[in-house]
């Protein structure tokens, strides 16, 4: 346990001297302006959880960089955004309140929703026309709140032009896709396992808006990052290592073998002795 403390305590303090440097205070300012201050405040709260004792302090001032960019708050309470670690390294992850954010701050979509489809409830779905049938049954297993029988989840949005399109998966197609995409699926200390309905939704949603949506640059971005470590941020040019799914769609992302990093005390006399002048060019 006091092993345990004293990481926590490292990666804390090696985090804060990282924030407080002017040089990392300027980027932030760059992106986000006056809100900067408040938001550089929480990522030196989220260091502080048992979760990020053991990593890599650069990567968590990264992905809450990338988290800036997006506007994203990375306090997991409040649904947009979260650092997940694996590897020694924060991983970035959007969730479903943070991807219907960034459709909907396009101004293109006149609805966006994504819920649970349940046993009773469930006519048909027509993977060409990508019709889904469902019926309303009172008292039935929604109303209950029957989790044991939900079948699938279904996202759905319409533009304003008039456009829209449904998407359903089963939850047997989406856990094929969790554990293929996933190497921690299984982990007790997962996402899927410790709130396997939000990824659920999450995974047809985040499918649905990348294959059919209106891909702005912050949407480009967000697939791009999601659920990865981000290495290096160059002006519009961000690297990102999938060190948790491998497979990931972004083929063209050289792919590196996950490394448990030291996690160290850093001084502040120098405000590039944190190698972030590679990074954030």
Known sequence: MKANNSLQKNTVSSVKAIINSDYVKNRFKEIIGEKAPAFLASVL??????????????????????AATLDLPIDPNL???????YGGVAQFQIMTKGFIQLAMRTAQ????????????EFVNYDHLTGKLTMKSIPGGYRDQDNEEMIIGYAAYFRLINGYEKTEY???????AHGKKFSKTFDKSFSSWQQNRPAMRSKTVLKSMLSRWGILSTAMQLATKTDQGSIKSVEGEEVEVEYVDNPDTQIEETPQKAPV??????????????????????
């Open 260 to 281: 448990e990093a030291p996690v160290e005390e850093y001084p502040v006399e120098d405000p590039d002795m944190f190698g972030l002048d590679n990074l954030w060019n």
């Open 45 to 66: 709260t989220v260091s502080n959880s048992k979760a990020m004792s053991n990593i890599e302090p650069n990567s968590i001032v990264t992905a809450s960089m990338i």
């Open 79 to 85: 649904g947009f955004s979260a650092l997940v670690p």
């Open 109 to 120: 979509y006149e609805t966006i929703n994504v819920t649970e489809v349940y046993k009773d």
């Open 169 to 175: 998966w089963t939850v047997e197609k989406i856990d």
